[in-house]
């Protein structure tokens, strides 16, 4: 197994959470950040293997938790679910449509919120909740969704930038050229 | 898919997430900040990028502007000079006073500036990543402000940087006067019965007695140790009664922008 497409992952989850944590482009515009963890998490579970769903639940929801006043790991269950589901079933499920990957984000952005919060409040802690959380997961729902299929527009790229292709046979057989002219 | 390895992993990483959430504060929070430090060398080439990118604007500013600005900061230094020279003879006889009548004697804000490195990014939390820590001089519980009013306090400290709990999150309330009125005192906590609007919040547990009105200011009380009294935190826009008028509510509206915070300033003890 190559463990690039874990580190690029891995990498990229590292700097949606920095990216989340210092532009204030979406929370400006629209009221609400947007979370790229699950999106990511669709991606990384419907192209890589168990060890690199793992990998992403733990250090992403705790790089995301490190900057967030949340309990440091109540990110980590909630992404790990996402990713599990998502990888038990990942042979029914159509990962190169495009609509697939929008529900798909999208889903995995809407499931992430309640989850964390849900282990935010057994932990003990309160959240600043109100009826503007809908509009939040909404928004979260949403930009998860429109996140996804640019996820897999860019991993798959930088995959087949990076990795070795195996050549394609060609259809070019020595026994079967033609030979012009006069013999 | 899944095999029994998989399985007894999976069990170990919830295992270890459920201790992790039991852990205490303190270490929780040096966990957080350690590794939030992963972050560092993103948030200096950020704020690298951020200062060169104003040098550049800097740069293009025309000359006769820079000496109009500098003409100007010339007149409002002149001006402050003035009001700090009288500030000091209101002082000296405030402590004088103070001193006649053995109350307690008042201590001068001593303040560093910071730097907002980072926001929270879950959106049900208010809080931000300050670049100064034990090192500066910055504790936890410090008061945060701007040069408009309260921001907030400091929730945990680092040696290099700190993370600040902003007004409007439900982890923050602070004891406060509405000025203009006797002994009118209330909580300031976190507005959640609508968090959308950005940049209110709510004074609860006034009296019943109707003594507030919109348009008054409301400045930190100083009870509690946090925060010293009088440091502004806004104006009340209005004012609704509570639990069948026994107290009353009032929404103000809070002196800083928190929404737009590049730099604060943190009260040193």
Redesign the interface.
Known sequence: MSWRPTLFVLAAA??A??L???F?FF??LL???I?LLPALMVYTALTLG?TSI?LL??CGG?????????????S??PL?VIG?LI??S??LLLREHLPAQLILGAAAGALQ?PG??F??LN?G?????????L??WMV?AAGSGAATPICFKLFDRLRRALEYQPATQTSFRPDREIKRGKS | MLKKSHYIILIFVVLAVLVLLQLPGGTIGKLKLAISGLFLPLFGLSSTTHELLGQAKEDLVPRHELIRQIEQLRLDNQQLQLRLQQEAEVWNENARLRGELGWQRQIRWRMVLARVIARDPANWWRSLEIDRGLKDGVRANLPVLTSNGLVGRVQSVGETRSSVVLLGDPNLRVAALVSGTTNETGVIAANVSAPQEEGMIDLDLLSGANLVRPGQNVVTWGAGGVFPAGIPIGKIVDVRPKEFGLSTEARVKLAADLSALQEVWVMLP
Do not use: K
């Open positions: 590292f700097l959470v920095f989340e944590a210092s204030g929370r400006n009221g609400a950040q979370d168990f793992l639940a733990v705790l790089w995301f938790d490190s900057l967030s006043l949340n309990p440091l790991g109540a980590v269950l790990l599990i990888y038990r990942r042979e919120p964390t919060l282990i935010c932990a802690v309160r959240p600043l909740l109100g009826w503007v959380s509009w939040h979260m």
